[in-house]
C-alpha cells in the first residue's frame, strides 16, 4: 500500500514528535502544550480549518479532498492524554515530569494521526472531508462525551467515526477488530457501612463493621454468580476497604468499600445496579448495621458496527496483511464509546510488540508502530471517500 511507503519516509520527523509529546505528558483536559503543538503543526501543513477547545482542550482539523461530490466526512479520533505515574523505562526521552507518563501510548495514538493529517493534507486523494479529532481526557475525564456534548459531530456533519488503540503483546504491524461489544462499560461504586464501633476486646459491645464488610465483599460475588445468566459477561470487583480507624485493637464505626462493574449489556448493566443497591443494605440490616450505596455509570461500551468494522478490516489488511476480525473483547473501558453511540463506526487495535502491558511504568510505545497506524487512519479516509 502506498500510504505505508509515505510513513516510512515520515518516520523520523514522526518519532520525534511521538518523543516530544513522551517527555512532556498532560493529565485529563490539562493538555494545554499537547494540544498547542497539534494545533500548530495541523495548520503549518495545511489542513484547511483547524479549531480549538472543543471539548473544552480538544483539537480539531478538517481536510478537504481533491473533490466533493458524494458529501461524506469521516471523522478520526485520538486521544492525547497521560497518567499519574512514575515511569520507570529509563529512556532517553522519557517524561521530564515527576508523576506523569504516557503509560497507554497516547502520544503514539496522536503522532500516528498527525501523520495521517499530513498525509491527507499532501495528497487529498479522496472525495469529501476527513476531520480528524484529538481528545483530551480519555484516562478518567470523559473527554469524548465533552467533545460529543460540544456539538463536535453535528458541527462538521462527521457521518462516521473510527479510533485505534495501541495493543503490547501483539506484534507490530498486526490489527485486531470485532464486530459488536469491543470494550466495556465501566461503572464504579462506594459502599459506605455503618455500625457501632468500640474495643476490639469487646465485640459483643460493638456492631463489628468489618465484619458486615467482609461479609458484602463475599455477597457482591453472588451477582454474577448467582443473578446473571452465565453466558453474558460481568464483573464486579471490590477493590478498596477504607476505615475511619488504623488502630490494631479498634472496631472503627464506618468502613467503605470502592470497586468497579464491568458489563457489555445494557440489560446486564441494569440489573447488576439493581442489585448493588439492594444487596449491600439488606445484608448490613442482617448484622444490626446500615449500608449506603452510591452507583456511578462511567464510560458505556464501546460496540462496533458490523459494516463500519468490515470497513476497517479490509484497510488494515491493505495495510499490513495481518488482521485478525475475531479478537476478544476487554473488560476495559473507552471514551471513545460516545462517540460510537452518536455515529457508526469502529474502534481497532494495533500490535505494540513486546513491552509493559499499558498503565504499568515500564511501558513504551513503538515507534515502529507509526508506519502501520498512520496508514490505518488514512486508509480509512481514501477506502471511505474514494476518489472520482
Given at each position: 500500500?502506498?500510504?505505508?511507503?509515505?510513513?516510512a519516509?515520515?518516520?523520523?520527523?514522526?518519532?520525534?514528535?511521538?518523543?516530544?509529546?513522551?517527555?512532556?505528558?498532560?493529565?485529563?483536559?490539562?493538555v494545554?502544550?499537547?494540544?498547542?503543538?497539534?494545533?500548530?503543526?495541523?495548520?503549518?501543513?495545511?489542513?484547511?480549518?483547524?479549531?480549538?477547545?472543543?471539548?473544552?482542550?480538544?483539537?480539531?482539523?478538517?481536510?478537504?479532498?481533491?473533490?466533493?461530490?458524494?458529501?461524506?466526512?469521516?471523522?478520526?479520533?485520538?486521544?492525547?492524554?497521560?497518567?499519574?505515574?512514575?515511569?520507570?523505562?529509563?529512556?532517553?526521552?522519557?517524561s521530564?515530569?515527576?508523576?506523569?507518563?504516557h503509560a497507554?501510548?497516547?502520544?503514539?495514538?496522536t503522532?500516528?494521526?498527525?501523520?495521517?493529517?499530513?498525509?491527507?493534507?499532501?495528497?487529498?486523494?479522496?472525495?469529501?472531508?476527513?476531520?480528524?479529532i484529538?481528545q483530551?481526557?480519555?484516562?478518567?475525564?470523559?473527554?469524548?462525551?465533552?467533545?460529543?456534548?460540544?456539538?463536535?459531530?453535528?458541527?462538521w456533519?462527521?457521518?462516521?467515526?473510527?479510533?485505534?488503540?495501541?495493543?503490547?503483546?501483539?506484534?507490530v504491524?498486526?490489527?485486531?477488530?470485532?464486530?459488536?461489544?469491543?470494550?466495556?462499560?465501566a461503572?464504579?461504586?462506594?459502599?459506605?457501612?455503618t455500625?457501632?464501633?468500640?474495643?476490639?476486646?469487646?465485640?459483643?459491645?460493638?456492631?463489628?463493621?468489618?465484619?458486615?464488610?467482609?461479609?458484602?465483599?463475599?455477597?457482591?460475588?453472588?451477582?454474577?454468580?448467582r443473578?446473571?445468566?452465565p453466558?453474558?459477561?460481568?464483573?464486579?470487583?471490590?477493590?478498596?476497604?477504607?476505615?475511619?480507624?488504623?488502630?490494631?485493637?479498634?472496631?472503627?464505626?464506618?468502613?467503605?468499600?470502592?470497586?468497579?462493574?464491568?458489563?457489555?449489556?445494557?440489560?446486564?448493566?441494569?440489573?447488576?445496579?439493581?442489585?448493588?443497591?439492594?444487596?449491600?443494605?439488606?445484608?448490613?440490616?442482617?448484622?444490626?448495621?446500615?449500608?449506603?450505596?452510591?452507583?456511578?455509570?462511567?464510560?458505556?461500551?464501546?460496540?462496533?458496527?458490523?459494516?463500519?468494522?468490515?470497513?476497517?478490516?479490509?484497510?488494515?489488511?491493505?495495510v499490513?496483511?495481518?488482521?485478525?476480525?475475531?479478537?476478544?473483547?476487554?473488560?476495559?473501558a473507552?471514551?471513545?464509546?460516545?462517540?460510537?453511540?452518536a455515529?457508526?463506526g469502529?474502534?481497532?487495535?494495533?500490535?505494540?510488540?513486546?513491552?509493559?502491558?499499558?498503565?504499568?511504568?515500564?511501558?513504551?510505545?513503538?515507534d515502529?508502530?507509526?508506519?502501520?497506524?498512520?496508514?490505518?487512519?488514512?486508509?480509512?479516509?481514501?477506502?471511505?471517500?474514494?476518489?472520482?
Amino acid at each position: 500500500m502506498p500510504v505505508k511507503n509515505r510513513f516510512a519516509e515520515m518516520l523520523p520527523e514522526l518519532t520525534a514528535i511521538r518523543r516530544d509529546f513522551h517527555e512532556n505528558p498532560e493529565l485529563l483536559f490539562e493538555v494545554h502544550r499537547t494540544a498547542a503543538k497539534v494545533a500548530d503543526l495541523l495548520r503549518e501543513w495545511g489542513c484547511d480549518e483547524v479549531v480549538t477547545g472543543i471539548g473544552r482542550t480538544g483539537v480539531v482539523g478538517v481536510i478537504h479532498g481533491k473533490t466533493d461530490n458524494s458529501g461524506k466526512v469521516v471523522g478520526l479520533r485520538a486521544d492525547m492524554d497521560a497518567l499519574p505515574i512514575m515511569e520507570a523505562t529509563g529512556l532517553e526521552y522519557a517524561s521530564k515530569v515527576p508523576g506523569k507518563m504516557h503509560a497507554c501510548g497516547h502520544d503514539g495514538h496522536t503522532t500516528m494521526l498527525l501523520g495521517a493529517a499530513k498525509y491527507l493534507c499532501e495528497t487529498r486523494n479522496f472525495d469529501g472531508k476527513a476531520v480528524v479529532i484529538f481528545q483530551p481526557a480519555e484516562e478518567g475525564g470523559g473527554g469524548g462525551r465533552e467533545m460529543v456534548k460540544d456539538g463536535m459531530l453535528d458541527r462538521w456533519n462527521i457521518q462516521e467515526v473510527y479510533g485505534m488503540h495501541n495493543m503490547p503483546g501483539i506484534p507490530v504491524g498486526q490489527f485486531e477488530i470485532r464486530p459488536g461489544p469491543m470494550m466495556a462499560a465501566a461503572d464504579q461504586f462506594e459502599i459506605t457501612v455503618t455500625g457501632k464501633g468500640g474495643h476490639a476486646a469487646k465485640p459483643h459491645d460493638c456492631i463489628d463493621t468489618l465484619l458486615v464488610a467482609s461479609h458484602i465483599i463475599v455477597g457482591l460475588q453472588s451477582i454474577a454468580a448467582r443473578n446473571v445468566d452465565p453466558l453474558k459477561q460481568v464483573v464486579v470487583s471490590t477493590c478498596v476497604v477504607s476505615t475511619d480507624s488504623n488502630a490494631h485493637n479498634v472496631i472503627p464505626q464506618t468502613v467503605v468499600l470502592k470497586g468497579t462493574v464491568r458489563t457489555f449489556d445494557t440489560a446486564v448493566q441494569d440489573q447488576v445496579e439493581a442489585r448493588m443497591n439492594e444487596l449491600p443494605v439488606q445484608m448490613a440490616a442482617a448484622f444490626g448495621a446500615s449500608a449506603v450505596v452510591n452507583f456511578q455509570r462511567g464510560y458505556p461500551a464501546t460496540v462496533n458496527a458490523e459494516e463500519n468494522t468490515g470497513f476497517a478490516a479490509e484497510v488494515a489488511k491493505a495495510v499490513s496483511g495481518k488482521v485478525r476480525t475475531d479478537t476478544a473483547p476487554l473488560m476495559g473501558a473507552e471514551d471513545f464509546s460516545y462517540m460510537l453511540n452518536a455515529r457508526p463506526g469502529a474502534y481497532i487495535f494495533l500490535g505494540n510488540g513486546d513491552t509493559a502491558m499499558v498503565h504499568h511504568p515500564a511501558y513504551n510505545f513503538d515507534d515502529n508502530a507509526i508506519p502501520f497506524g498512520a496508514s490505518w487512519y488514512a486508509g480509512m479516509v481514501e477506502a471511505r471517500m474514494p476518489a472520482a
